[in-house]
């Protein structure tokens, strides 16, 4: 009797996950699961599932199963079913083509730690920031952190010194031009490449090194095909939460207010992810036994930073130099 009860709830439980419900998202992403964004992600989808079961569904699709990289903006912005959306959190520095100011996210040593870029991502300015997108068909939700970045490379010796250990090397980075001035300034060979390529990329030897968050060079095994990681926090790697604007639009209000709700939970989560992350990667990788990591002294610090100050200077005007002043403004450096 218990045994036909049991089977009578899974089978309920199974018929209700099933139901249609009115509205279908779509979440795209390109990381692991068990990265910062791969648990926003899921966490976002049993809350929209629980909380809006019949109204709205969420399905992630995480590892670039539905699109790779940057080709989600496109399919956002070119889709026009009314009743099934895509939301997608890509880096921000895959987002040069529809908005220039974003790029102030890039800048190597802008921010002085996660808390700084917080400090940004919750003011006021954020919004100058993503208002271009509105014109391009996409509507910003939030940010959500991966974590700051650190350099990892397959050579004799770890990346130190300034331009001599880049010399010669190629680095793989995202679609970003700040990026790529970034490299040069540090005396590499720049290489614009999906993360879905990364791992090969620096297995057979395309390019010799890279820049990530630890979760996503812990998740996708980067340090097994690495010599070094050089702890620089040299820039941030973080996303914006988009979807299509009629998509959002579209939607009854009461399911808007709902969403949002929901994202802005997800998001403290997110940031608490990420944090833990950072740390326990960090460990996981040190203790593997590949890569080694090391950290900048002060002194090498300063000619990183010294360095990569020109990339501020071209990048002002298409960033914007009133923006940027706020921006600094918001810093206070
Ligand atoms: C990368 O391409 O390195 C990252 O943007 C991947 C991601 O989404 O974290």
């Known amino acids: 009797m218990k045994l036909l009860m049991k089977v009578l709830v899974l089978s309920l439980l199974a018929i209700f996950a099933n139901v249609q419900a009115e509205y279908v998202i779509k979440f795209s992403h390109v990381v692991a699961p068990k990265t910062p964004k791969g648990q926003a992600a899921d966490l976002f989808a049993k809350l929209v599932n629980e909380r809006l079961a019949g109204k709205v569904k969420v399905e992630v699709f995480p590892n670039s199963q539905l699109f790779n990289d940057n080709k989600v903006m496109e399919a956002i912005r070119m889709s026009s079913s009314t009743k099934t959306g895509i939301i997608a959190a890509p880096s921000l ?4 083509k529809f908005s220039r100011t974003i790029q102030a996210f890039d800048l190597p040593f802008l921010f002085n730690g996660i808390d700084d870029v917080h400090k940004l ?3 006021p300015v954020a919004s100058d920031i993503t208002k271009p997108l509105e014109r391009k068909g996409l509507k910003a939700l939030g940010f959500w952190d991966s974590g700051m970045k650190a350099f990892s490379i397959k050579a004799e010796s770890a990346l130190r010194k300034i331009p001599d250990d880049f010399k010669g090397k ?3 980075i995202q679609t970003s031009n700040v990026h790529e001035a970034m490299i040069h300034a540090l005396g590499g060979n720049p290489q614009k490449l999906p993360f879905k390529e990364v791992y090969t990329a620096l297995g057979q030897g395309v390019v010799d090194g890279q820049e990530n968050s630890w979760s996503n060079i812990y998740s996708k095994k980067f340090h097994e095909v690495q010599d070094w990681i050089t702890v620089t926090n040299h820039a ?6 988009i979807v299509s604007n009629d998509f959002w639009n579209g939607l009854p209000s009461e399911i808007r207010i709902e969403l949002e709700k929901i994202i802005k939970e997800v998001t403290i989560k997110n940031r608490e992810f ?3 992350a950072d740390a326990a990667d960090r460990q996981a990788i040190e203790k ?3 890569a080694k990591v090391v950290e900048l002294t002060e002194e090498e610090r300063k000619t990183w930073v010294e360095a990569t100050k020109q990339v501020e200077e071209k990048f002002a005007k298409q960033i914007g130099k009133n923006l940027l002043i706020k921006i600094h403004q918001t810093l206070g450096h």
């Open 93 to 96: 520095s895959k987002f040069v």
């Open 121 to 123: 991502a919750d003011s």
């Open 170 to 172: 190629k680095f793989r």
């Open 236 to 241: 941030y790697l973080g996303y914006l939460l």
């Open 274 to 276: 990420a944090a833990a």
């Open 288 to 290: 593997s036994g590949f």
